[in-house]
């Protein structure tokens, strides 16, 4: 089932699922994928679209801007719902703190962070049977996931400019906690 089918299937709702900037055909800014500009994003959505407090549904990295979200501006939405991202503080300190074998489990995050690199392997056929695993391993239940839309998913990035955004999330992320703001 695509993505584009599970919407259908909610036919009676009214859904609205954005790429977030840096996906394949959004704008690709060289900044602005740290946690306070993205969730300006989805707030400025929300605005532009007329929505009074909807329910704000997440999923795995937009998981933890919906929890981020929900601090920022709780007021703008009726309810959070969060699938497949625990909360970030949580994260973090399970990382820091080596809980739960959390910080091996995360390690994939430091090679993201290398320029250029996961982009060219990602976008090769190589690459996307390596992340089409790695989604597949992570699975939980067999046959979960609905293979389709990963396949789907996945088939966007073609070239090195269509992972560069998603990639920046994590390189945003991960640089978050090492590097102190000013």
């Given at each position: 089932?695509?993505?584009?089918?599970?919407?259908?299937?909610?036919?009676?709702?009214?859904?609205?699922?954005?790429?977030?900037?840096?996906?394949?055909?959004?704008e690709?800014?060289?900044?602005?994928?740290?946690?306070?500009?993205?969730?300006?994003?989805?707030?400025?959505?929300?605005e532009?679209?007329?929505?009074?407090?909807?329910?704000?549904?997440?999923?795995?990295?937009?998981?933890?801007?919906?929890?981020?979200?929900?601090?920022?501006?709780?007021?703008?939405?009726?309810?959070?719902v969060?699938?497949?991202c625990?909360h970030p503080?949580?994260?973090?300190?399970a990382?820091?703190?080596?809980?739960?074998?959390q910080?091996i489990?995360?390690?994939?995050?430091?090679?993201?962070?290398i320029?250029w690199?996961p982009?060219?392997?990602?976008?090769?056929?190589v690459?996307r049977?390596?992340?089409?695993?790695?989604?597949?391993?992570?699975?939980?239940?067999?046959?979960?996931?609905?293979?389709?839309?990963?396949k789907?998913?996945?088939?966007?990035f073609?070239?090195?400019?269509?992972?560069?955004?998603?990639l920046?999330?994590?390189?945003?992320?991960?640089?978050?906690?090492?590097?102190?703001?000013?």
């Amino acid at each position: 089932m695509s993505w584009r089918a599970v919407m259908e299937a909610l036919s009676e709702y009214r859904v609205y699922a954005p790429d977030l900037r840096g996906y394949p055909e959004t704008e690709s800014p060289r900044r602005g994928y740290d946690v306070f500009t993205l969730t300006d994003d989805i707030r400025s959505l929300i605005e532009a679209l007329g929505l009074v407090q909807p329910a704000l549904v997440s999923h795995d990295w937009g998981g933890a801007l919906g929890w981020i979200f929900a601090h920022r501006y709780s007021n703008l939405i009726r309810m959070l719902v969060v699938v497949n991202c625990t909360h970030p503080k949580t994260l973090a300190c399970a990382v820091f703190k080596f809980q739960d074998f959390q910080t091996i489990r995360s390690g994939y995050a430091v090679f993201l962070v290398i320029p250029w690199i996961p982009e060219f392997l990602f976008t090769t056929a190589v690459g996307r049977k390596l992340l089409e695993f790695s989604c597949m391993i992570l699975e939980g239940q067999p046959d979960a996931m609905n293979k389709a839309a990963l396949k789907e998913l996945l088939s966007r990035f073609q070239k090195p400019k269509d992972i560069h955004g998603p990639l920046n999330y994590y390189r945003q992320l991960v640089l978050s906690q090492i590097v102190p703001e000013k």
